[in-house]
């Protein structure tokens, strides 16, 4: 009679950081991430971090005389929580007129509510933890950015790249399967 | 019978003052290895107080060489010529990877370009 054996857990591995950190180990995954580029290739196990997501790319937005409705990012390209449980958002903001704002939002569902979670006044260059996990830029679901309703003139021009990431106040991994 | 890439889409980038300039992304870098020779046109419409350059590398982390310079905008399109073999001098040969940088004057200003670059390869 054939012994089967099923295996109830994944083979543990200890983590070199100490004896009692002990880690599931994080089955290797595609980084079939959406954005332009070539896409692809496995990630071992304890790097997290794979090719960035192409947020947003370079473009600029302008009018004259305002625009009576807000600039939302298309749902196609906006952020998941499905794919990563923290992002490294890299916020380049090259313009941005006076006054007017470029917000990064997020929602449990599509559908809304949207809350703000990040907001630019200016021309920065900077990176932003954006975690589901906790942290000061909490997000919920999905993550886009958008540009609120004006009356004046107006000009942005920007980019938006996000790299998967833990969350590393912590020593809990959570490991996202795709 | 050569190829036709679009190394850039149309794009208009603007940059405040003390905004340096804006670089293609390393994703976006042409690979050009598997050609001897390219011809790059460019159209630039729209240049405000900035420089377009083409640059060539043999390999990322290398030193990117100018095959291209462009600081006025122009109503028609302009060609750039670049070989893999010789003779040639150093801004005439063509790299392994292809990319563009618009360079502002920093401190001095705001500044636009508005651009895009086709690739013929041969």
């Known amino acids: 009679m054939a012994n089967i054996v099923k295996e109830l857990l994944p083979t543990v591995t200890i983590s070199s950081k100490g004896p009692d950190q002990i880690v599931k180990p994080i089955p290797t995954f595609q980084s079939g991430w959406q954005g332009m580029g070539s896409g692809g290739g496995s990630v071992p196990a304890y790097h997290t971090v794979s090719r960035s997501i192409r947020v947003q790319p370079w473009m600029t937005f302008e009018t004259s005389g305002g625009c009576s409705e807000d600039i939302v990012q298309p749902a196609r390209a906006w952020l ?51 975690s589901s996990e906790g942290g000061s830029n909490k997000f919920s679901g999905y993550i886009r950015w958008r540009l609120p309703a004006t009356t004046s003139d107006w000009g942005a021009c920007f980019q938006i790249k996000a790299t998967p990431g833990i969350n590393v106040s912590g020593i809990t991994m959570t490991p996202k399967i795709v | 019978m050569g190829r036709t890439v679009e190394m850039q889409p149309w794009i208009t980038i603007r940059g405040q003052t003390g905004w340096a300039g804006i670089m293609q992304e390393v994703e976006d870098w042409l690979d050009t290895s598997r050609y001897s020779s390219a011809v790059v046109r460019v159209e630039v419409p729209c240049l405000s107080s900035c420089t377009l350059y083409l640059e060539g590398c043999d390999q990322s982390g290398g030193s990117f060489v100018v095959s291209g310079t462009f600081g006025t905008a122009v109503t028609t399109p302009s060609l750039v010529y670049l070989l893999r073999q010789a003779p040639f001098g150093a801004s005439d040969r063509l790299s392994n990877l292809l990319r563009w940088r618009v360079v502002g004057p920093g401190s001095d200003g705001a500044w636009t370009a508005c651009f895009r670059i086709s690739v013929i390869f041969k």
Do not use: M, N, R
């Open chain 1, 80 to 130: 998941s929580g499905e794919q990563a449980a923290t992002y490294h958002c890299k916020v380049e903001i090259s313009y941005l007129s006076s006054g007017w704002t470029l917000e990064l939002e997020s929602s449990p569902t599509p559908e809304g509510p949207w809350v703000e979670v990040v907001a630019f006044t200016a021309q920065t260059d900077t990176v932003v933890v954006l």
